[in-house]
């Protein structure tokens, strides 16, 4: 006990630290306790740092902030009507297709299944195939209640949906305008002294906004270019399966592996195993071959290196914890704990500094 006591007094006796430990436990428990509803708010976050990096280009080009902010404004707004009356309908027709045909793929898959003891008797025998075709009959009949009870509560999720369209845009654009007012508000509040919060914040900061960009514009990226390819194979549900891929990219090193199961089967169904699978499969692998060698690296040069296991713990304890969200922010998170963890022997070495040490303004 003595030797906790003494450890708690070392490091919690500075008041930058508790300063920063009652920051970061007050906003953990806000986005706990009340991140569902602040979706909204979240997502208006997360395009208001996409579009201000396309709002800077211009500024340095001498372009007015107003001028630039209300162009780049109107270009997301464009984007969103294109996505709300072209892009979401394709991918529920797609799904709609896909789950028309499910009763069909899980029979070839039990034909193709019951081969198999009579080419393999001694790897697999005829009880363990009917095993695993009575779950697979388990899961088809989950997923159509699944999907049941989505269609059941259709009504309300179009309601919200609605509301979302309403709200998060005119978030964005007053994330756009008032910046600086909102995080001046948000400074009114602490204490004048925080040198060390400023610190972890001014890091955080640069390294989510990189963050949130580049991960967005390689979602982007990795989804139309898959879709494109696969719809040059004449592949069904190109747009779907590219959109499976892209949202993959959030799992580093797990999503790629992941999303090349929908691929695999939706081309076996097609083809079979003809030139046109391997050919498919080929192409997926050049794609995400780009994507981890080139193009993740060049839109993600900024952010700060993680190492894999502390990334993948990252994913499995915020992904948990929050779902989606955890997931994308799992490794501006992980950044967020690295920061604290490299500015906390800072408070200990100027424990009576009220200035503490120099530090570098933040470019956001």
């Known amino acids: 006990m003595h030797m906790i006591r003494s450890w708690f007094r070392s490091h919690f006796d500075n008041p930058q630290v508790v300063i920063l430990t009652a920051i970061l436990v007050l906003g953990f428990g806000v986005i706990y306790f009340f991140g569902r509803m602040l979706v909204p708010l979240f997502m208006g976050v997360i395009i208001a740092y996409l579009l201000d990096g396309m709002i800077k280009p211009l500024v340095r080009r001498n372009i007015p902030r107003p001028i630039a902010m209300v162009g780049v404004f109107l270009f997301f707004f464009l984007l969103l009507l294109f996505t709300i009356f072209w892009l979401v309908p394709l991918l529920i027709r797609q799904v ?3 789950v028309q045909q499910l009763p069909i793929m ?9 081969q198999l003891p009579e080419h393999y008797p001694r790897l697999i025998s ?11 009959r388990r899961e088809g009949t989950r997923l159509a209640q699944h999907i049941l009870s989505i269609s059941v509560a259709s009504v309300m999720g179009l309601i919200t949906l609605l ?4 709200i998060v845009p005119l978030l964005v654009f007053f994330f756009l305008k008032d910046k600086e007012k909102i995080l001046s508000w948000f400074g009114a509040y602490l204490p004048a002294d925080r040198w060390l919060a400023m610190r ?16 967005s514009w390689e979602i982007i990226i990795v989804w139309a270019g898959t879709s494109f390819v696969l719809t040059l194979f004449k592949l069904e549900y190109s747009m779907l399966l590219g959109f499976i891929v892209g949202i993959s990219v959030l799992i580093p090193y797990i999503g790629a592996a992941v999303a090349t199961i929908p691929i695999a089967l939706v081309a076996y169904f097609q083809w079979g195993f003809g030139s046109e699978f391997f050919w498919v499969l080929v192409a997926y692998a050049i794609i995400q071959t780009v994507d981890g060698n080139i193009l993740a690296p060049l839109l993600l040069s900024e952010v700060v290196n993680i190492h894999p296991v502390a990334v993948i713990a990252a994913i499995l304890v915020f992904g948990g914890l929050w779902g989606f969200w955890g ?3 799992a490794i501006p998170l992980a950044t967020l704990i690295q920061a604290v963890l490299k500015a906390w022997p800072s408070a200990l070495e100027h424990p009576g500094s009220p200035e503490g040490p120099p530090s570098v303004a933040p470019d956001d």
Do not use: H, P, S
């Not at 005829?126 to 697979?136: H, K, N, S, T």
């Open 96 to 98: 709609t297709q896909l």
């Open 106 to 114: 899980i029979g070839a898959a039990q034909q193709l299944l019951l």
């Open 126 to 136: 005829e009880d363990q195939v009917y095993e695993l075709m009575a779950g697979i």
């Open 163 to 166: 509301v979302y369209l309403f």
């Open 200 to 215: 972890v914040w001014e890091d955080v900061n640069a390294q989510i906004a990189n963050y949130i960009r580049g991960k």
């Open 327 to 329: 997931v994308f922010f």
